[in-house]
């Protein structure tokens, strides 16, 4: 497959260019909806007033790693959303290049994986978001590479705890960002410690995996207790973000 290479990298900078192109068709747009909130709590992080809506008091309402990405641009820049769009299409570039990494590890089919960044280049949906300010381009990126890093825990290697570690750290940050997938480690971790044939090895770095998961979260889970005077797991933005 001499022209694999060639034909990633074709894919992606096509994905690139179409996802720029979304950016530059809202340039400097102003948040609105959803965007409104996160950005306010990126600017009152910015400020160093803590996470807060209104830069006074501490709020439970969004999951804290797509502030906390918005933040340095807040900071850095004087009109920080046209910084963070374009650094948003890189990003979902990016996520079109670990999905090809992930359905090549999972699936051995280079053709398919090369099809699968393709389709993820060219959705209009995926570019389309790359321009909004919402936690669903960070939210791809993690969780794309949180599957990537869960295939090198099934596989015998060596740094086991490390690689089960990394995975689900990279399961928490992906739960930080979008609390839907909130079960996701319990189920799927479960799923695959039982698969035939059964390894022993196998589940226990799973076990790891799931534990790496949910230990992240505990300090989270511990400020919005104190913050909210009741459980909140992660956030309390509707149904959708549990």
Not at 72 to 87: H, K
Not at 111 to 124: D, H, K
Not at 186 to 210: I, K
């Amino acid at each position: 497959m001499p022209d694999r290479p060639r034909a990633l990298a074709a894919v992606l900078a096509f994905g690139l260019a179409v996802r720029v192109a979304a950016a530059l068709c809202v340039w400097d747009a102003p948040p609105v909806l959803d965007e409104t909130e996160f950005t306010r709590i990126a600017a009152s992080l910015a400020r160093g007033a803590g996470y807060s809506l209104d830069g006074v008091a501490p709020t439970v309402r969004r999951p804290p790693l797509y502030p906390a990405f918005l933040a340095p641009f807040a900071a850095g820049f004087e009109r920080p959303w046209p910084a963070a769009r374009l650094a948003q299409a890189a990003l979902d570039t990016a996520t079109c290049l670990l999905l090809y990494l992930f359905s090549l590890a999972a699936l051995g089919d280079p053709r398919g994986a090369l099809a699968a960044a393709a389709l993820c280049a060219a959705s209009p949906v995926f570019a389309a978001y790359s321009a909004t300010l919402l936690s669903e381009p960070l939210f791809f990126f993690v969780w794309t590479g949180s599957l990537l890093l869960l295939t090198r825990v099934i596989e015998r290697a060596d740094r086991p705890w490390l690689r089960a570690g990394t995975a689900g750290a990279a399961l928490c940050l992906a739960i930080e960002c979008r609390p839907t997938v909130i079960l996701f480690p319990a189920f799927a971790c479960g799923l695959l410690a039982l698969a035939r044939p059964f390894d022993r090895g196998r589940a226990v770095r799973l076990g790891g995996v799931v534990l790496a998961a949910y230990l992240g979260l505990a300090p989270w889970a511990a400020r919005n207790k104190a913050v909210a005077g009741k459980p909140v797991p992660v956030a309390t933005g509707g149904g959708a973000s549990f």
